[in-house]
């Protein structure tokens, strides 16, 4: 261990003034002992240690005693909207914009046919829907189906390359803000502006940024959005997407799934669709109450944080991983894949090396947390409200014993 690193961990820890939220969340795991390292917030959230007592609450009494009634007098029908308005400010969207519900895929679906009619689509001769071509899989996967019912057809283009694809075609734009893999932050205000001079809708999606970093929707005055919510936002396995809609777009939004959710009048039972105004507009069925509300009372940890400060100490977090990495591990055994510049940084690193997979192993084995993702990439997210730098200290030191080939201790 360096003595320097391990005391500038310590200072930085004392100075952190987001360190007291980590005690919002159950970190501990008794498999691995106190001391894990979980560096894999940016796949699944931590539980915040509120949610179980909300949970078993809405299941005792919400349903077991209030039962149908809860609809309304729990305000289960309206969760969807008020669980959104929750995850508006992390996002940079006023009230009103945002619902939860649904997985993001089926929120990708939704935003990319509603993005092509909202640019007239083939009609308008706008028949090529824009997808980066790093995306995460599903996203190009709905994009390809959204594209053939619309008949459009999906271009793929590596982010950078946007500018130059953008034209009078373009029907609709796909782009994740940070790329999955390599933890790239792609510049949002820059491909939205690039986006609306082609005459184009835009569509985000946030998973691997909101609840990281400052996105800024309606400033950017991005058309569509959509994330999940189990990753930086801690919803939990499975928990609901959300979409949003920015607002002089509502009115025009023609969702590609009208369930009778998102009818003006769901209890007319009638059987002419009339959309509701409003983010409403972007519901379909029934939502998945337990995980909402698991979901609305997870968000209660970020009553009080400045997304700005998280933003801070995410990124002193991730240089501070790899000035360790750098002073720990040999040069030439680990290329990073992440930017250095801050400016196109999200909140994870990315290390390449050949043996990732068997690596990871011997990391998780040690307690530090990250993932592997194919062909040769180790993930560490940082998730600023329980992430410390004496953690970080750690996952490099335990990374250079792993590819040192130092035996688990036991
Ligand atoms: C960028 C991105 N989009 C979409 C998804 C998948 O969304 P879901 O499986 O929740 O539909 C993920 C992660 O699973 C992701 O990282
Ligand atoms: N959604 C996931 C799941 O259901 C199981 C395991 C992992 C995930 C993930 O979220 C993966 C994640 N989006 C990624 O960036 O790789």
Redesign the pocket.
């Known amino acids: 261990m360096s003595e320097a690193l391990a005391a500038k961990a310590a200072r930085l820890d004392a100075e952190d003034e987001l360190a007291k939220l980590r005690d919002r969340f159950a970190l501990e795991t008794p498999s691995e002992g106190n001391a894990a390292v979980y560096l894999d917030g940016?796949?699944?959230g931590a539980l915040p240690r509120n949610v179980p007592e909300r949970l078993a609450e809405v299941v005792a009494h919400e349903w077991g005693r209030m039962r149908i009634r809860s609809w309304e007098e729990s305000g289960w029908w309206t969760a969807p909207e008020r669980v959104g308005d929750r995850i508006a400010p992390l996002i940079g969207a006023g009230p009103g914009r945002v619902v939860a519900g649904d997985s993001?895929s089926v929120n990708v679906f939704k935003a990319v046919v509603g993005a092509v009619r909202l640019s007239g689509g083939p009609e308008q001769d706008r028949d090529e829907v824009l997808v980066d071509a790093t995306t995460?899989p599903?996203d190009g996967y709905i994009a390809g189906s959204a594209a053939r019912m619309t008949g459009c057809r999906v271009r793929a283009v590596e982010p950078a390359a946007l500018g130059e694809a953008l034209g009078g075609r373009t029907a609709a734009v796909l782009v994740n803000h940070v790329d999955?893999?390599t933890g790239r932050l792609y510049d949002l205000p820059g491909i939205t502006a690039a986006a609306h001079a082609a005459g184009a809708p835009i569509v985000w999606d946030l998973?691997?940024s909101a609840g990281a970093l400052p996105v800024g929707l309606d400033e950017h005055r991005v058309e569509f959005a959509v994330g999940?919510t189990?990753?930086y936002l801690n919803g939990g396995?499975?928990a609901p997407a959300y979409l949003y809609v920015r607002e002089d777009v509502q009115p025009a939004f023609d969702s590609p799934l009208p369930g009778w959710n998102s009818h003006a009048d769901p209890f007319g039972m009638t059987s002419g669709y009339t959309p509701a105004d409003g983010a409403v507009r972007g519901r379909v069925g029934t939502p998945d109450i337990l995980s909402m509300l698991a979901l609305e009372a997870a968000l209660e940890v970020w009553d009080g944080v400045d997304i700005g400060a998280v933003r801070a100490k995410s990124l002193a977090l991730t240089d501070f991983f790899l000035e360790c990495v750098d002073a720990y591990v040999p040069g030439g055994r680990l290329s990073c894949a992440t930017p250095a510049a801050h400016a196109e940084r999200g909140s994870q690193i990315a290390l390449r090396c050949d043996d990732a997979g068997e690596v990871m192993r011997g990391l998780v084995a040690r307690g530090v947390v990250g993932?592997f993702?194919p062909p040769d990439v180790l993930?560490f997210g940082f998730t600023p409200l329980y992430t410390g730098f004496a953690d970080t200290e750690r996952a490099a030191r335990v990374l250079a014993d792993v590819l040192a080939g130092v035996p688990v201790a036991r």
């Open positions: 940016n796949s699944l993001t995460f599903t999955y893999r998973c691997h999940c189990y990753k396995p499975g993932d993702r993930r």
